[in-house]
């Protein structure tokens, strides 16, 4: 998940690290329209799929970046049945939704060509992602992923403890009955279950949970803890030496 770097190569170089998709992240990141239709841009080729989460739920956030060409939205806090249909809705053009059309532009390579076979092809490819982190939107885990069109369920696990009152307290009962609810609601409806997993061991155990889309670390995290790491380490070759 990208937050701070936007360089020309940061597409690449995770694709070279062996990722399959980037999220961009417009709710706590630094990153506007015009950048991201350039990250989008650079992803071109590379073989990741850039995904992008949007600051909140409303149609003006999420029909500019589906235009500049990204191939997943995350709306954060989701909540109900009526926000989900809204949340797919807005992602796919008609019969599926009510996606407003606009061609030969970035989402398209600006081709433009036959609209039909465009409008099928954007809805195939789009990968629809609601973030689920409050109380509210785990007790209504299975009304919003019985939604046609919602592909993924994500655990946004900072959010739900806060307003569970037990914030970042992950080994509280109550906390893994919320993950077992939206992961039971998941295979109901055969979504995907998401989370973002800041070291390998979390990945592991998510994915031992059930969750089948997983996000590693962040880019300032990565960055920052390989970093540190290595100083650490030479720092304490040095007080050896």
Known sequence: MAAEFFTPGFCQIAANAGAE??????????????MLKAQIAFARGTGIAPFVRVPGLAYHLIAPVLDAGAMGIMVPMIESREQAESLARWCRYRPEGARGLGFGVGHDDYRGGDIVTAMREENERILVIALIETETGIANADAILSVPGIDVGWMGHYDLTNTMGITAEFSRPEFHAAVDELVVACKKYQKAPGYLATNVAMAREWRAKGFRCLCYGTDIGVFQGALSNALQSLKSDSADA
């Open 21 to 34: 998709f980037v999220i961009f992240d417009m709710e706590h990141g630094a990153v506007g329209i015009d």
